[in-house]
T-cell receptor, first 111, second 114 residues
Framework: KQEVTQIPAALSVPEGENLVLNCSFTDSAIYNLQWFRQDPGKGLTSLLLIQSSQREQTSGRLNASLDKSSGRSTLYIAASQPGDSATYLCAASGGSYIPTFGRGTSLIVHP | DVKVTQSSRYLVKRTGEKVFLECVQDMDHENMFWYRQDPGLGLRLIYFSYDVKMKEKGDIPEGYSVSREKKERFSLILESASTNQTSMYLC?????????????FGPGTRLTVL
Protein backbone atom coordinates (compact mmCIF):
# COMPACT_ATOMS: atom_id res chain seq x y z
CA LYS A 1 0.00 0.00 0.00
CA GLN A 2 1.31 3.44 -0.93
CA GLU A 3 2.55 5.61 1.91
CA VAL A 4 3.32 9.30 1.52
CA THR A 5 5.47 11.19 4.01
CA GLN A 6 6.10 14.90 4.22
CA ILE A 7 9.03 16.31 6.12
CA PRO A 8 9.21 18.62 7.95
CA ALA A 9 5.76 18.69 9.52
CA ALA A 10 6.17 22.38 10.30
CA LEU A 11 8.44 25.14 9.07
CA SER A 12 8.86 28.77 10.05
CA VAL A 13 10.97 31.06 7.89
CA PRO A 14 11.55 34.79 7.47
CA GLU A 15 10.10 36.53 4.45
CA GLY A 16 12.26 36.38 1.34
CA GLU A 17 13.78 32.96 1.89
CA ASN A 18 13.78 30.31 -0.79
CA LEU A 19 12.52 27.07 0.64
CA VAL A 20 12.02 23.42 -0.21
CA LEU A 21 9.22 21.17 0.96
CA ASN A 22 9.75 17.44 0.70
CA CYS A 23 7.40 14.60 -0.19
CA SER A 24 8.41 10.95 -0.33
CA PHE A 25 6.38 7.93 -1.44
CA THR A 26 7.02 4.22 -1.01
CA ASP A 27 5.65 2.83 -4.29
CA SER A 28 7.38 4.35 -7.31
CA ALA A 29 4.70 3.02 -9.73
CA ILE A 30 2.78 6.29 -9.71
CA TYR A 31 1.00 8.02 -12.58
CA ASN A 32 1.19 11.49 -11.14
CA LEU A 33 1.94 13.56 -8.08
CA GLN A 34 -0.06 16.62 -7.12
CA TRP A 35 0.77 19.46 -4.74
CA PHE A 36 -1.96 21.33 -2.87
CA ARG A 37 -2.22 24.31 -0.58
CA GLN A 38 -4.70 24.46 2.29
CA ASP A 39 -5.52 27.59 4.28
CA PRO A 40 -6.95 27.12 7.79
CA GLY A 41 -10.55 25.93 7.73
CA LYS A 42 -10.66 25.82 3.94
CA GLY A 43 -10.55 23.23 1.19
CA LEU A 44 -7.48 22.23 -0.79
CA THR A 45 -6.29 24.31 -3.72
CA SER A 46 -4.39 22.55 -6.49
CA LEU A 47 -0.97 24.08 -7.12
CA LEU A 48 0.86 21.77 -9.50
CA LEU A 49 0.45 18.32 -11.01
CA ILE A 50 3.43 16.37 -12.33
CA GLN A 51 2.75 13.40 -14.56
CA SER A 52 5.01 10.37 -14.24
CA SER A 53 6.65 11.14 -17.59
CA GLN A 54 7.61 14.64 -16.44
CA ARG A 55 10.45 15.76 -14.20
CA GLU A 56 9.11 19.12 -13.08
CA GLN A 57 6.38 21.72 -13.34
CA THR A 58 6.50 25.44 -12.69
CA SER A 59 3.89 28.03 -11.80
CA GLY A 60 5.07 31.50 -10.87
CA ARG A 61 7.33 31.25 -7.83
CA LEU A 62 6.57 27.55 -7.41
CA ASN A 63 8.53 24.70 -8.92
CA ALA A 64 7.77 21.06 -8.26
CA SER A 65 10.08 18.22 -9.22
CA LEU A 66 9.54 14.48 -9.36
CA ASP A 67 12.08 11.67 -9.09
CA LYS A 68 10.17 8.41 -9.34
CA SER A 69 13.21 6.19 -8.96
CA SER A 70 14.02 7.63 -5.54
CA GLY A 71 10.38 8.07 -4.53
CA ARG A 72 10.68 11.81 -3.96
CA SER A 73 9.08 15.06 -4.96
CA THR A 74 10.03 18.56 -3.86
CA LEU A 75 8.13 21.82 -3.94
CA TYR A 76 10.41 24.82 -4.24
CA ILE A 77 9.02 28.22 -3.23
CA ALA A 78 11.12 31.19 -4.31
CA ALA A 79 11.24 34.45 -2.40
CA SER A 80 8.66 33.41 0.19
CA GLN A 81 6.01 35.90 1.33
CA PRO A 82 3.70 36.00 4.37
CA GLY A 83 0.82 35.16 2.01
CA ASP A 84 2.48 31.80 1.36
CA SER A 85 1.69 30.76 4.94
CA ALA A 86 -0.51 27.67 4.71
CA THR A 87 -0.33 23.90 4.88
CA TYR A 88 1.10 22.22 1.79
CA LEU A 89 0.05 18.67 0.95
CA CYS A 90 1.27 16.26 -1.68
CA ALA A 91 -0.68 13.34 -3.10
CA ALA A 92 0.58 10.43 -5.21
CA SER A 93 -1.73 8.53 -7.57
CA GLY A 94 -1.06 4.99 -8.75
CA GLY A 95 -2.93 2.48 -10.88
CA SER A 96 -6.31 3.08 -9.27
CA TYR A 97 -5.95 6.85 -9.74
CA ILE A 98 -6.99 7.27 -6.11
CA PRO A 99 -4.55 9.76 -4.56
CA THR A 100 -2.70 8.91 -1.37
CA PHE A 101 -2.11 12.06 0.66
CA GLY A 102 0.71 13.04 2.95
CA ARG A 103 -0.05 14.72 6.29
CA GLY A 104 1.25 18.07 5.04
CA THR A 105 3.87 20.66 5.95
CA SER A 106 2.58 23.65 7.89
CA LEU A 107 4.46 26.72 6.68
CA ILE A 108 4.67 30.08 8.41
CA VAL A 109 6.44 32.94 6.66
CA HIS A 110 6.95 35.82 9.06
CA PRO A 111 7.62 39.41 8.01
CA ASP B 1 -12.22 27.22 -13.85
CA VAL B 2 -13.46 24.07 -12.21
CA LYS B 3 -15.87 24.74 -9.43
CA VAL B 4 -16.75 22.28 -6.70
CA THR B 5 -19.38 23.50 -4.27
CA GLN B 6 -20.59 22.04 -1.01
CA SER B 7 -24.03 22.73 0.39
CA SER B 8 -22.94 24.09 3.78
CA ARG B 9 -19.75 25.53 5.26
CA TYR B 10 -20.84 24.81 8.82
CA LEU B 11 -23.40 22.34 10.12
CA VAL B 12 -24.47 21.42 13.64
CA LYS B 13 -26.51 18.26 14.16
CA ARG B 14 -27.62 16.11 17.07
CA THR B 15 -26.66 12.52 17.74
CA GLY B 16 -28.91 10.13 15.86
CA GLU B 17 -29.98 12.59 13.17
CA LYS B 18 -29.72 11.68 9.50
CA VAL B 19 -27.36 14.11 7.81
CA PHE B 20 -26.99 14.90 4.13
CA LEU B 21 -23.89 16.60 2.71
CA GLU B 22 -24.19 17.69 -0.88
CA CYS B 23 -21.44 18.26 -3.41
CA VAL B 24 -21.82 19.63 -6.92
CA GLN B 25 -19.19 20.06 -9.64
CA ASP B 26 -19.74 22.04 -12.81
CA MET B 27 -17.12 20.59 -15.18
CA ASP B 28 -18.61 17.25 -16.24
CA HIS B 29 -16.09 15.30 -14.17
CA GLU B 30 -16.44 11.54 -14.05
CA ASN B 31 -14.83 10.99 -10.66
CA MET B 32 -16.05 12.33 -7.33
CA PHE B 33 -14.73 11.72 -3.83
CA TRP B 34 -15.65 12.29 -0.20
CA TYR B 35 -12.95 12.70 2.45
CA ARG B 36 -12.88 13.60 6.08
CA GLN B 37 -10.00 15.50 7.61
CA ASP B 38 -9.08 15.34 11.27
CA PRO B 39 -6.08 16.81 13.12
CA GLY B 40 -3.27 14.30 13.30
CA LEU B 41 -5.00 11.86 10.93
CA GLY B 42 -4.83 13.74 7.65
CA LEU B 43 -7.28 13.15 4.82
CA ARG B 44 -9.11 9.85 4.83
CA LEU B 45 -11.16 8.61 1.91
CA ILE B 46 -14.75 7.67 2.76
CA TYR B 47 -16.30 6.86 -0.62
CA PHE B 48 -15.67 7.60 -4.26
CA SER B 49 -17.52 7.24 -7.53
CA TYR B 50 -16.27 6.80 -11.09
CA ASP B 51 -19.65 7.29 -12.76
CA VAL B 52 -23.32 7.91 -12.19
CA LYS B 53 -24.91 5.34 -9.89
CA MET B 54 -21.50 3.83 -9.19
CA LYS B 55 -19.89 3.95 -5.76
CA GLU B 56 -16.84 2.40 -4.19
CA LYS B 57 -15.84 2.19 -0.55
CA GLY B 58 -12.78 4.06 0.55
CA ASP B 59 -10.74 3.51 3.68
CA ILE B 60 -13.38 4.45 6.27
CA PRO B 61 -16.92 3.84 4.89
CA GLU B 62 -18.48 2.64 8.15
CA GLY B 63 -21.37 4.83 9.25
CA TYR B 64 -21.64 6.53 5.86
CA SER B 65 -23.41 5.97 2.56
CA VAL B 66 -23.39 7.90 -0.70
CA SER B 67 -25.63 8.63 -3.64
CA ARG B 68 -24.80 9.67 -7.16
CA GLU B 69 -27.98 9.96 -9.22
CA LYS B 70 -26.60 12.67 -11.51
CA LYS B 71 -23.08 13.08 -12.83
CA GLU B 72 -22.56 16.49 -11.26
CA ARG B 73 -23.84 15.66 -7.77
CA PHE B 74 -22.40 13.37 -5.11
CA SER B 75 -24.11 13.17 -1.73
CA LEU B 76 -22.69 11.86 1.52
CA ILE B 77 -25.21 10.51 4.02
CA LEU B 78 -24.67 9.93 7.71
CA GLU B 79 -27.46 7.50 8.51
CA SER B 80 -27.37 8.14 12.27
CA ALA B 81 -24.89 10.83 13.21
CA SER B 82 -22.54 10.18 16.10
CA THR B 83 -20.15 12.47 17.96
CA ASN B 84 -17.14 10.71 16.43
CA GLN B 85 -18.30 11.91 13.03
CA THR B 86 -17.56 15.50 14.01
CA SER B 87 -15.03 16.50 11.39
CA MET B 88 -14.22 18.56 8.33
CA TYR B 89 -15.73 16.91 5.24
CA LEU B 90 -14.17 17.59 1.86
CA CYS B 91 -15.56 16.75 -1.54
CA UNK B 92 -13.35 16.50 -4.61
CA UNK B 93 -13.71 15.73 -8.29
CA UNK B 94 -11.46 14.85 -11.21
CA UNK B 95 -12.12 14.59 -14.92
CA UNK B 96 -11.28 10.96 -15.59
CA UNK B 97 -8.69 8.29 -14.76
CA UNK B 98 -5.48 9.33 -16.45
CA UNK B 99 -1.97 10.52 -15.69
CA UNK B 100 -2.93 14.16 -16.22
CA UNK B 101 -5.85 13.73 -13.88
CA UNK B 102 -5.98 16.75 -11.55
CA UNK B 103 -8.14 16.65 -8.45
CA UNK B 104 -10.18 19.71 -7.39
CA PHE B 105 -11.67 20.27 -3.96
CA GLY B 106 -14.67 22.05 -2.57
CA PRO B 107 -14.47 24.50 0.34
CA GLY B 108 -15.34 21.90 2.95
CA THR B 109 -18.16 21.41 5.46
CA ARG B 110 -17.32 21.64 9.15
CA LEU B 111 -19.78 19.24 10.80
CA THR B 112 -20.32 19.23 14.55
CA VAL B 113 -22.42 16.44 16.07
CA LEU B 114 -23.64 17.18 19.59
Amino acid sequence: KQEVTQIPAALSVPEGENLVLNCSFTDSAIYNLQWFRQDPGKGLTSLLLIQSSQREQTSGRLNASLDKSSGRSTLYIAASQPGDSATYLCAASGGSYIPTFGRGTSLIVHP
Amino acid sequence: DVKVTQSSRYLVKRTGEKVFLECVQDMDHENMFWYRQDPGLGLRLIYFSYDVKMKEKGDIPEGYSVSREKKERFSLILESASTNQTSMYLCASSLYRGSDNEQFFGPGTRLTVL
